[in-house]
Nanobody, 122 residues
Framework: VQLQASGGGLVQAGGSLRLSCTVS????????VGWLRQAPGQDREFIGYITWSTGFTYYADSVKGRFTISRTDAKNTMYLQMNSLKPEDTATYYC????????????????WGQGTLVTVSS
């Protein structure tokens, strides 16, 4: 099982970035795939997830209205469009898969990607 996250980088506050996550070696048709992040010195934080079969999405309050999760089913690829970025969004962003119905905690995720660093300058 491999999750490959990419698209991180340095952006100014107010800017945008789009992250991608491609999943291989796992049937995700009945799973949720989520984005989580970890800032230096802090615990991993849930951002949002998509239920692969239906396309249903759910977001943490901290990113609701600014971040959007989407997917390309045929490519097993998920995206995180991040707009109106803030310095407090600086973190390593991870994608991960879950068997849970409502996976709102990092503990609900079992397979993880390696992470991609997003730095938002003020």
């Amino acid at each position: 099982v491999q999750l490959q996250a990419s698209g991180g980088g340095l952006v100014q506050a107010g800017g945008s970035l789009r992250l991608s996550c491609t999943v291989s070696g796992l049937d995700i048709s009945r799973k949720a795939v989520g984005w989580l992040r970890q800032a230096p010195g802090q615990d991993r934080e849930f951002i949002g997830y998509i239920t692969w079969s239906t396309g249903f999405t759910y977001y943490a309050d901290s990113v609701k209205g600014r971040f959007t999760i989407s997917r390309t089913d045929a490519k097993n690829t998920m995206y995180l469009q991040m707009n109106s970025l803030k310095p407090e969004d600086t973190a390593t962003y991870y994608c991960a898969t879950s068997d849970g119905i409502v996976p709102l905690s990092p503990d609900n995720y079992n397979y993880w990607g390696q992470g991609t660093l997003v730095t938002v300058s003020s």
